[in-house]
């Protein structure tokens, strides 16, 4: 029994345990099914929204093919609504913008027509010039170009190689320089280079064994270097038509050289332009273009025979019809401002120049022209101001022929087509003393010494220049008239040596009457550019301008390191001259040039030059009649020329420049 109870009372504690376990799960399940319930009711609801969702999207993708959308809206009608808008905006703005150009417009013409009304005035703005490279170098030029002024300048270094014969190695006439020589001519051994006698006597060496009796020389030309041209240049216009023009050369060894130096008014109606102080002779081309512009080293004998580059006085002139014709006129003083003060005195003296040129065929900017060109000059010198070799102390008889001393004169010689020397080193000049002293020898191989010219000189010229792109040609011929003209001097000759001298005039000398005389020359030259390029003209002046090269020389390295070069311009030349002073027994002499030249224009203000120079020179002086007193053995000459052989041969020379010009 007890073990029956043992198993009853076990039976109902583990009842009990389970009711306790299962009642509190009971309740729990109870609130889960209740939550359980709600969740079901919130996704349901979820599904409905989705389903709403669903509906819509199919709606939507059902009318993206169709203009209408789902709220009945037609797409192409919505972009013509904004188009329009955008329109009328755009209209809108650009009506407000036209409105206020127009505003503006109107407000810029009122503002000219009140300015024009009340007139520009030239020069009111003065603020800071800009500055710029032009083509004539650096320029400052204020902001409505009112002012305008060039500063720059020139360097010209030239080499110069010489040969000469030892026969015109002789003190040239009426000069200081070069070698002593005794009677027959013949130079001392210490002093002459290649003189075939050694040792002795000077005054014992006998004849020159050439066909040149009585021969001076020119001189000795050494090799040598020097500066030819160092100049200091500003030049420009102020108040828009003022024009002014300062240059000064620096070169000579004892003073300085006046070049152009002027003031002046342009853009006058009719006249053009007007200036007063010391400007270029409007006489020859070669004379009036600008010697940065010279193909040679130096200009051609018919330049140093018979034209003057500067005189001081009034000039005028003027481009017309297109700039095909110019003309220019100058009234001037024949001693121009070239040395020491810059002072002239001296009455009756006048230089009257005109010149014309015209320009019948021009093509391609200048590639292609054809220049022509006249000009004609009267001048009359004076011997209070005339500066010369000859010894004029023994012509006692001009104070008496020419009372008041209203004595002209007129004189014409040549240098070689290369310098020796320059400024007043120039071989026997009397004016500075330092001649003696300085290097090189600037003595004229042909020269007519000082001549009476009691009614002064009359020059005509004529120009011609052609252009066919690289290839050019230029030529000027010159006539020269003195009437009633002789030599200054009193001479004497004597006829045991043959020697000509300058006396005194004898008690109760007469002069006889004076004669024309012409002396003319002319020259012609040619060249070619290697690498194309033409030369510049000035239409405004009618005269040859600067060279500028295709491409400029350099020779560097590129950005890959590789050797980068330019050529330049390359130019080759030829240019004969004559000279013909050799005129009715009163000769100095004449003289024959060939040039060969080769400019290398690195750019169009620097350029290297070359020339090889071969000139003849042949001076046959005839004494007239009336200079023939008589000194020594022998009997007078006959009443008609005396013939005598001076100063006759050829020089060979090799010349190289550097200039540049800025």
Same mark, same amino acid.
């Given at each position: 029994m007890g073990k029956t109870l043992g198993r009853y009372l076990g039976r109902w504690i583990?009842?009990?345990?389970?009711?306790?376990?299962?009642?509190?799960?009971?309740?729990?399940?109870?609130?889960?099914?209740?939550?359980?319930?709600?969740?079901?009711?919130?996704? %349901? =609801? *979820?599904?409905?929204?989705? $389903?709403? @969702?669903?509906? /819509?999207?199919?709606?939507?993708?059902?009318? !993206?093919?169709? +203009?209408?959308?789902?709220?009945?809206?037609?797409?192409?009608?919505?972009?013509?609504?904004?188009?329009?808008?955008?329109?009328?905006?755009?209209? %809108? =703005? *650009?009506?407000?913008?036209? $409105?206020? @150009?127009?505003? /503006?417009?109107?407000?810029?013409?009122?503002? !000219?027509?009140? +300015?024009?009304?009340?007139?520009?005035?030239?020069?009111?703005?003065?603020?800071?010039?800009?500055?710029?490279?032009?083509?004539?170098?650096?320029?400052?030029?204020?902001?409505?170009?009112?002012?305008?002024?060039?500063?720059?300048?020139?360097?010209?270094?030239?080499?110069?190689?010489?040969?000469?014969?030892?026969?015109?190695?002789?003190?040239?006439?009426?000069?200081?320089?070069?070698?002593?020589?005794?009677?027959?001519?013949?130079?001392?051994?210490?002093?002459?280079?290649?003189?075939?006698?050694?040792?002795?006597?000077?005054?014992?060496?006998?004849?020159?064994?050439?066909?040149?009796?009585?021969?001076?020389?020119?001189?000795?030309?050494?090799?040598?270097?020097?500066?030819?041209?160092?100049?200091?240049?500003?030049?420009?216009?102020?108040?828009?038509?003022?024009?002014?023009?300062?240059?000064?050369?620096?070169?000579?060894?004892?003073?300085?050289?006046?070049?152009?130096?002027?003031?002046?008014?342009?853009?006058?109606?009719?006249?053009?332009?007007?200036?007063?102080?010391?400007?270029?002779?409007?006489?020859?081309?070669?004379?009036?273009?600008?010697?940065?512009?010279?193909?040679?080293?130096?200009?051609?004998?018919?330049?140093?025979?018979?034209?003057?580059?500067?005189?001081?006085?009034?000039?005028?002139?003027?481009?017309?019809?297109?700039?095909?014709?110019?003309?220019?006129?100058?009234?001037?003083?024949?001693?121009?401002?070239?040395?020491?003060?810059?002072?002239?005195?001296?009455?009756?003296?006048?230089?009257?120049?005109?010149?014309?040129?015209?320009?019948?065929?021009?093509?391609?900017?200048?590639?292609?022209?054809?220049?022509?060109?006249?000009?004609?000059?009267?001048?009359?010198?004076?011997?209070?101001?005339?500066?010369?070799?000859?010894?004029?102390?023994?012509?006692?008889?001009?104070?008496?022929?020419?009372?008041?001393?209203?004595?002209?004169?007129?004189?014409?010689?040549?240098?070689?087509?290369?310098?020796?020397?320059?400024?007043?080193?120039?071989?026997?000049?009397?004016?500075?003393?330092?001649?003696?002293?300085?290097?090189?020898?600037?003595?004229?191989?042909?020269?007519?010494?000082?001549?009476?010219?009691?009614?002064?000189?009359?020059n005509i010229a004529s120009e011609f220049m052609a252009y066919c792109g690289p290839f050019?040609?230029?030529?000027?011929?010159?006539?020269?008239?003195?009437?009633?003209?002789?030599?200054?001097?009193?001479?004497?000759?004597?006829?045991?040596?043959?020697?000509?001298?300058?006396?005194?005039?004898?008690?109760?000398?007469?002069?006889?009457?004076?004669?024309?005389?012409?002396?003319?020359?002319?020259?012609?030259?040619?060249?070619?550019?290697?690498?194309?390029?033409?030369?510049?003209?000035?239409?405004?002046?009618?005269?040859?301008?600067?060279?500028?090269?295709?491409?400029?020389?350099?020779?560097?390295?590129?950005?890959?390191?590789?050797?980068?070069?330019?050529?330049?311009?390359?130019?080759?030349?030829?240019?004969?001259?004559?000279?013909?002073?050799?005129?009715?027994?009163?000769?100095?002499?004449?003289?024959?040039?060939?040039?060969?030249?080769?400019?290398?224009?690195?750019?169009?203000?620097?350029?290297?030059?070359?020339?090889?120079?071969?000139?003849?020179?042949?001076?046959?002086?005839?004494?007239?009649?009336?200079?023939?007193?008589?000194?020594?053995?022998?009997?007078?000459?006959?009443?008609?020329?005396?013939?005598?052989?001076?100063?006759?041969?050829?020089?060979?020379?090799?010349?190289?420049?550097?200039?540049?010009?800025?």
């Open positions: 583990l009842g009990l345990i389970m009711i306790c376990f299962l009642i509190p799960n009971f309740v729990k399940a109870q609130d889960t099914g209740e939550d359980i319930k709600a969740r079901l009711d919130a996704l %349901e =609801k *979820k599904n409905l929204e989705l $389903e709403q @969702k669903l509906k /819509d999207r199919q709606a939507a993708v059902s009318t !993206e093919g169709s +203009t209408t959308k789902p709220d009945g809206t037609d797409k192409k009608s919505v972009e013509k609504i904004v188009n329009d808008v955008l329109k009328t905006k755009d209209e %809108e =703005k *650009k009506k407000k913008d036209e $409105e206020k @150009k127009k505003a /503006d417009d109107a407000k810029k013409a009122a503002d !000219e027509a009140e +300015t024009k009304a009340k007139g520009y005035e030239v020069g009111s703005d003065l603020s800071f010039p800009t500055a710029r490279w032009g083509p004539s170098g650096l320029i400052f030029e204020s902001k409505n170009g009112d002012f305008v002024n060039h500063v720059g300048g020139r360097i010209e270094w030239d080499n110069v190689n010489w040969h000469q014969p030892w026969f015109l190695q002789g003190t040239p006439a009426g000069g200081s320089r070069g070698a002593a020589q005794n009677a027959n001519g013949i130079q001392a051994p210490n002093v002459f280079r290649g003189n075939p006698y050694i040792g002795g006597n000077i005054a014992n060496l006998p004849p020159p064994p050439n066909p040149f009796p009585n021969t001076t020389g020119v001189g000795v030309l050494d090799d040598g270097e020097f500066f030819r041209r160092l100049r200091l240049r500003i030049d420009g216009r102020m108040y828009e038509n003022f024009e002014y023009h300062f240059e000064i050369d620096f070169a000579n060894v004892n003073s300085l050289i006046y070049d152009q130096m002027w003031g002046g008014v342009r853009d006058i109606p009719y006249i053009g332009s007007v200036r007063l102080g010391q400007s270029k002779v409007p006489m020859g081309l070669e004379s009036i273009g600008s010697t940065n512009f010279l193909v040679m080293m130096e200009r051609s004998g018919l330049f140093d025979s018979f034209w003057q580059e500067f005189a001081a006085g009034l000039w005028t002139g003027n481009s017309v019809l297109d700039q095909r014709m110019t003309w220019a006129y100058q009234w001037a003083r024949p001693q121009n401002f070239l040395v020491g003060n810059p002072v002239n005195f001296g009455d009756g003296v006048s230089m009257n120049t005109g010149r014309v040129t015209f320009l019948p065929l021009y093509m391609d900017d200048g590639r292609s022209l054809i220049h022509l060109g006249l000009s004609a000059q009267h001048r009359t010198g004076d011997v209070g101001n005339y500066q010369d070799n000859d010894t004029l102390a023994g012509v006692t008889d001009l104070t008496t022929s020419y009372p008041n001393n209203n004595i002209k004169f007129i004189r014409f010689r040549s240098r070689y087509a290369l310098r020796d020397a320059v400024g007043q080193a120039q071989g026997g000049s009397t004016l500075n003393a330092i001649q003696n002293i300085a290097p090189g020898d600037g003595a004229r191989p042909i020269d007519t010494g000082t001549l009476l010219a009691p009614k002064g000189t009359n050019w040609i230029q030529a000027e011929a010159n006539l020269a008239n003195t009437p009633d003209s002789q030599y200054a001097a009193y001479y004497t000759y004597n006829r045991n040596t043959g020697a000509i001298a300058v006396a005194t005039a004898p008690a109760g000398y007469v002069r006889p009457a004076g004669q024309t005389l012409n002396y003319w020359g002319y020259y012609v030259q040619a060249g070619y550019f290697l690498t194309g390029e033409n030369r510049g003209y000035d239409r405004r002046y009618g005269i040859y301008e600067r060279v500028r090269p295709f491409e400029n020389f350099f020779f560097t390295r590129d950005q890959e390191g590789r050797p980068s070069y330019g050529l330049g311009a390359w130019e080759v030349l030829y240019r004969y001259d004559f000279t013909d002073l050799d005129s009715k027994g009163i000769n100095g002499g004449r003289l024959g040039q060939n040039t060969i030249g080769v400019n290398w224009h690195l750019n169009s203000h620097m350029k290297i030059m070359m020339n090889v120079l071969l000139a003849n020179n042949n001076y046959n002086t005839l004494i007239p009649n009336f200079a023939n007193q008589v000194v020594g053995n022998g009997q007078a000459p006959a009443p008609s020329l005396i013939y005598s052989n001076v100063r006759s041969g050829q020089v060979e020379g090799l010349g190289i420049r550097m200039h540049i010009d800025y």
